[in-house]
């Protein structure tokens, strides 16, 4: 079902180039701390952590920011979307806040997760990785790092496959024809 | 299903209590930010409209309102002329005019927050009428309890007091009982509904008996008017045998949580130095009443109706 257009060890080689491309960007790699959207991010940060470690010898600290209070789609829904966990174990203040989401498209969640980010302080800056940028840009937002962009129709949907609920990275991404309706 | 309105505890099944609970345990994280405020409900009006006077519910409500970014306002109606319905949903047709996208409504009549319900566009949301319902009470209460002990299912809940005329008590006890708490009801025979049993609850008429091996007590307050002899003979009588203090409470679990639905009448339903410290968790029950009110607020308030949801 639908092809695939990163397998595990994709996946895995992606999160360490992202890393090396994180570390060579920002000097200051003390600075850095990772926050995660939920739920499709947090085990790509934890990951990303790892990698860090490995990399640069530096244990950083992992958040995870719910943007869904911050939508902008609210009031046009019947139903309110599930909340899910916020947890930001350190102050964001004069840190380099790299966000990790799994998939980017309209922009419209990294939007969200910025606002919600200032609401815990003042960052230096924000950067964004994604592991799949899909396109379909709405808002003029630029995702810093990438694992891999996937040119994809209206018509298509990204699946992450593997691993569900646990902290592992994916095993798999697979582009699937939407159902139809 | 959560519907379009919040009129009981009764019309909920787990499922809906359930979630209500979970967004409230996500909302109480707001309250712990240094900005305590997420731009949820922006250019949203919430009307709060108290036909009883109420300074801790409708301020609640209104802190609730203001940390998901909503206007609230508030509308306090003299009370002495609105027990004429005419009245009642006039003010409710003005309101509507105003396109609230959330109507809080307090009344002494049971039922009035249904009768809004009726009349309105927007969700209503019932803050306590008559002796009928206080559905955020009990949704508190719940929320606390989760937090004090970990799980509902399986408790032992002792409700003490006033059981007849007390909203909050009806919506413990649908509350509790959904989720599978084993509920006691106990206070004076005149003060117990006969067929209260019907709603799944054990009735006591000795405190002892109610109370022991309970995990949760919970004193309700009783109305000065209940204590001048119709009901009760006397104030002393009243709280010597059914006000709540250390020495009674030996007879629950040893690690037993004291609740009071506030304000406490001091020296009646509890003691005083019960009431201040642990294991009373009355404070906490307030702190909880603003999350669980949000959660409430961000499930119902400025929804899209049928037919005018947006495309995704």
């Known amino acids: ?181 | 299903m959560i519907g379009r309105d919040l009129l009981g505890i009764e019309d909920f099944d787990r499922a809906d209590l359930e979630r209500i609970l979970e967004t409230a345990a996500h909302m109480q994280e707001v309250g712990l930010r240094e900005v305590k405020r997420v731009p949820t409900l922006r250019g949203r009006t919430i009307i709060n409209l108290f036909f009883e006077s109420s300074t801790r519910t409708r301020t609640s409500f209104e802190i609730a309102g203001k940390r998901l970014s909503a206007d609230v306002i508030n509308f306090s109606a003299e009370s002495s002329s609105l027990s004429k319905s005419e009245s009642i949903l006039d003010t409710a047709r003005t309101l509507d005019a105003m396109a609230p996208d959330a109507v809080i409504v307090r009344h002494k009549v049971a039922g009035v927050p249904k009768r809004i319900a009726d009349a309105l566009d927007a969700p209503v949301i019932n803050a306590g009428d008559g002796a009928h319902e206080h559905p955020t009470q009990a949704l508190l209460d719940l929320f606390t309890v989760l937090q004090e002990k970990g799980r509902i299912d399986g408790l032992t809940v002792a409700i003490v007091g006033d059981i007849t005329h007390s909203r909050v008590a009806r919506s413990n006890i649908y509350g509790f009982t959904k989720l599978g708490a084993d509920v006691r009801v106990a206070g004076p025979p005149t003060l117990l509904p006969p067929a209260v049993e019907s709603l799944g609850v054990k009735a006591f008429t000795s405190l002892r008996e109610a109370i022991e091996g309970a995990d949760v007590v919970m004193a309700l307050r009783i109305q000065s008017e209940r204590l001048q002899g119709a009901y009760v003979p006397s104030v002393r009588e009243y709280s010597a045998m059914w006000g709540l203090d250390r020495a009674k409470l030996r007879y629950a679990r040893e690690d037993a949580i004291v609740m009071h639905p506030g304000p406490i009448n001091r020296g009646v339903e509890i003691a005083h130095d019960l009431a201040d410290r642990r294991p009373s968790v009355i404070l906490e029950q307030v702190r909880n009443g603003v999350a669980v009110r949000m959660a409430v607020l961000y499930l119902l308030a400025g929804r899209a109706q049928a037919g005018q949801e947006g495309a995704r």
Do not use: W
């Not at chain 1, 937002?141 to 994916?170: F, M």
């Open chain 1, 1 to 181: 079902m639908g092809r695939v257009v990163l397998d595990d060890a994709a996946i895995r080689r992606a999160l360490v180039r992202i890393a090396h491309e994180v570390v060579e960007r920002n000097e200051d790699v003390a600075r850095l701390y990772l926050v995660a959207i939920p739920n499709g991010g947090v085990p790509l940060a934890r990951q990303l952590a790892a990698n860090l470690l490995e990399i640069a010898g530096h244990e950083l600290p992992v958040g995870v920011l719910d943007t869904t209070l911050y939508r902008d789609d609210l009031t046009r829904r019947g139903e309110r979307p599930p909340l899910r966990r916020t947890e930001m174990p350190s102050a964001v203040d004069e840190k380099i806040v790299v966000l990790v989401d799994d998939v980017a498209s309209t922009g419209r969640t990294i939007r969200a997760a910025m606002d919600a980010l200032m609401d815990f302080g003042r960052p230096r800056a924000v950067q964004v990785v994604a592991l799949v940028d899909r396109g379909h840009r709405e808002l003029p937002i630029r995702i810093d790092y990438v694992g891999k962009n996937v040119p994809t129709a209206a018509s298509e949907k990204i699946v992450l496959h593997g691993h569900r609920g646990t902290l592992e990275p994916p095993l798999e991404v697979r582009v699937e024809a939407r159902e139809q309706g």
